[in-house]
Structure formats: C-alpha cells, structure tokens
C-alpha cells in the first residue's frame, strides 16, 4: 500500500525566504507525482507535474524534484510571497489512482 | 485548458435527508471520474472510482449504499449522500480523466462544502 508523507506539516517564514517542502511515498512504483497548492475553502491548483522519467521540473519561482528510487520529492519556492500562503498538496498517481499527501500549510508574512 | 465544474459549491442540509453533488467535465469527455472526501485539514481520501456506462468502485471503507454514484454520460458523474449525518459534513471534490489519457492526467473540480445540521 502505498503512504504519502510531508514534512513539514506547517511552515511560517518572512516575505522573501527561499524555502523547500518535503514529500516521501513508500512504493516507488509510481507514474507520475504531482504537487498541488489548495486555498482555504478551496479546490485544488495543479502547480508541477514530474513524470517518473523525470528528475525535476519548473515553473516560474517554483521548482521540483524527484528522486523515484529514495521515494523522495522537493518543491522549492523561491522568494517567497505572502500570496504564496496556502496548503501544499503532493500526490502520486500509483496504480490508476492518486494518493495524496497530507499536506504543507505555509504562511509567508509581509 | 481541460475544466472540471462542481454544483452546488455549498450545501447546508439537515440530518436523515439526501443530497445531490454534480461533477461535469466542461471541454472534454470522461470516461473516468473519481470522488474524494477532505475532512478539515486532513488530506484527500479517494472515496471511489466512477465508470461511464457502469458500477462504481468503491474503496475499502465507503459504504456504498450511503454514497450513491452515478456516472451517466462522459461529462457528468453525481455523487449523492443519503440519509446523511453530521458526520458526513466534509468537502468533496471530483476529478475526471480524459478520454484516452493516461491516470496522471486527471483534471480537478473546486470542490463541494456539505454540512449536515
């Protein structure tokens, strides 16, 4: 069965900081995994996705890597903002389905 | 890009009745949808998988009498909570896979607030 976990759980930093959230899953037998970013209330934005072919990808202030064999993945923000705040979601697609990490809930402070 | 609408976005209903959740897929077809339950600031939990045409499947531990699904055609699936309880109140959101696509490429609703009073 595959776990998804993330450290840290909630994170509160300065405008500006350069910051990184961490995911680990179990099973490294995974297609893809993803990172999400989800607003209070809200629905889920997709932010990143890496296939499993792949070792990091970009966008913008953000970047992530994957390391399939250690079951680890990173999402590095750079300079963050106060719009930045907001729940972290990683997921990974294992079998036909997603499994989802609990989450990181960041607070960037003006 | 690939749209997934949910409706209502909130719902208030009382305990014992039945609520209605749609899922619709706005620009392209779904043969796969799947509904998740967020409790608060809890992660996602895959609740079931809806198939066009089919039974859904259901994970261990949903009842599937409880939560009725419907996938009738490849653009909409509905989610519907019977005899619900408080306990049932938490946040629902589907998301839909693109016909002839692969797993990772699931598109996702905004999500559905049920509070049972």
């Known amino acids: 069965k595959q776990e998804v976990t993330q450290i840290p759980a909630a994170l509160s930093v300065p405008e500006g900081e350069n910051l990184v959230l961490n995911c680990s899953f179990t099973d490294s037998a995974i297609y893809n995994l993803q990172w999400f970013r989800q607003d209070p209330g809200k629905g889920l934005t997709s932010l990143l996705l890496i296939q499993s072919s792949q070792r990091e990808q970009t966008s913008g202030r953000l970047n992530a890597s994957l390391d399939k064999s250690s079951g680890r993945s990173t999402l590095y923000i750079a300079a963050s903002q106060p719009g930045d705040s907001a729940t972290y979601l990683c997921?990974?697609?294992?079998?036909?389905?997603?499994?989802f990490g609990p989450g990181t809930r960041l607070s960037v402070l003006p | 890009g690939a749209v997934v609408s949910q409706h209502p976005s909130r719902v208030i209903c009382k305990s014992g009745t039945s609520v209605k959740i749609e899922c619709r897929s706005l620009d392209f077809q779904a043969t796969t949808m799947f509904w998740y339950r967020q409790f608060p600031k809890q992660s996602l939990m895959l609740m079931a998988t809806?198939?066009?045409?089919?039974?859904?499947?259901?994970e261990q531990g949903v009842e599937k009498d409880k939560f009725l699904i419907n996938h009738a055609s490849l653009t909409l699936s509905t989610l519907t909570v019977t005899s619900a309880h408080p306990e049932d109140s938490s946040f629902y959101i589907c998301?839909?896979?693109?016909?002839?696509?692969?797993?990772?490429?699931?598109?996702f609703g905004p999500g559905t607030r049920l509070t049972v009073t």
């Open positions: 809806s198939n066009e045409g089919s039974k859904a499947t259901y």
């Open positions: 998301s839909a896979r693109d016909v002839g696509h692969t797993a990772y490429e699931q598109y």
């Open positions: 997921a990974v697609v294992y079998g036909q389905n997603f499994v």
